[in-house]
């Protein structure tokens, strides 16, 4: 029995996301196709390690932009100055930084056990309205 060509079953992916590449292989007078995909195959761990990194990276790059030249690193630059031991105040307002995240962690690991995502949206908007509101209203009326 001779078989001019074997059928290629293709996966449910689009043609757009990952186009294979065919090759001809010629043995014994059989034709069959090799899909070989042009990405490579990600596992789960990877996308996981991926996902960790980039909650990482997005959280560090928000909370350092956040206190870049807020009243902590000015405190903490004063404090420098004036004790002559800036050493002593890196690590005091290091360990005052992670007790305070710490914190925001575990209260947020909280909320998020007992309150719905659309809960916990709809509060931080509102508090952050009334903070912003209440600030207007200082700038405005006690100038």
Known sequence: ?????????????????NQPEIKDCNESNLTAAI?????????????????????FGTTFITIFLAEIGDKTQLSTLLMSAESHAPW??????????????????LLGGWMANRLSPKTVNTSAGMMLLL?????????IFTS
């Open 1 to 17: 029995m001779k078989f001019d060509s074997v059928p290629v079953i293709s996966s449910v992916t689009s043609e757009t996301e």
């Open 131 to 139: 903070i912003s509101l209440m600030l207007f209203w200082d700038v």
């Open 35 to 55: 899909i070989e995909p042009l990405q490579p195959v990600v596992t789960d761990s990877q996308k996981k390690q991926e996902s960790v990194a980039a909650i």
């Open 88 to 105: 002593v105040v890196f690590i005091g307002s290091g360990a005052a930084l992670i007790t305070t995240s710490l914190l925001g962690v």
